[in-house]
């Protein structure tokens, strides 16, 4: 699976981005598409997932209230809607997919995912 993230920029604070996600390649194994992000010397933080089936989705409370997450399961694009965007949230965001059959089940875990796209940054300016 190849996936290619895009909508990354940068706004000031309590703007809002929608970042894309399109996978290309083997999409019919994905079972579950979720967003993370990254700052410097930080690890990896998990955001949101979402079931490609279903549709059910889960934020930490990071995200939670201010982030959607949402899929498109025909053009195999998953979305994160943000809003009210903070200088905090300033970080390199990633697109992940599950392919493992419990990534179904635990799409609100960040260990279901398996596969990382390439990152794209997302700056807030206070």
């Known amino acids: 699976v190849q996936l290619q993230a895009s909508g990354g920029g940068s706004v000031q604070t309590g703007g809002s981005l929608r970042l894309s996600c399109a996978a290309s390649?083997?999409?019919?194994?994905?079972?579950?598409l979720g967003w993370f992000r990254q700052t410097p010397g930080q690890e990896r933080e998990f955001l949101c997932g979402?079931?490609?089936?279903?549709?059910?989705?889960y934020c930490t409370d990071s995200a939670k209230g201010r982030f959607t997450i949402s899929r498109d399961s025909a053009k195999n694009t998953v979305y994160l809607e943000m809003t009210s965007l903070k200088p905090e949230d300033t970080a390199v965001y990633y697109c992940?997919?599950?392919?493992?059959?419990?990534?179904?089940?635990?799409?609100?875990?960040?260990?279901?995912?398996?596969?990382y796209g390439q990152g794209t940054q997302v700056t807030v300016s206070s």
């Open positions: 992940a997919v599950g392919l493992r059959s419990d990534s179904r089940a635990y799409y609100y875990m960040p260990a279901a995912y398996d596969i």
């Open positions: 390649e083997r999409t019919a194994s994905i079972q579950a």
């Open positions: 979402i079931r490609k089936s279903s549709g059910s989705s």
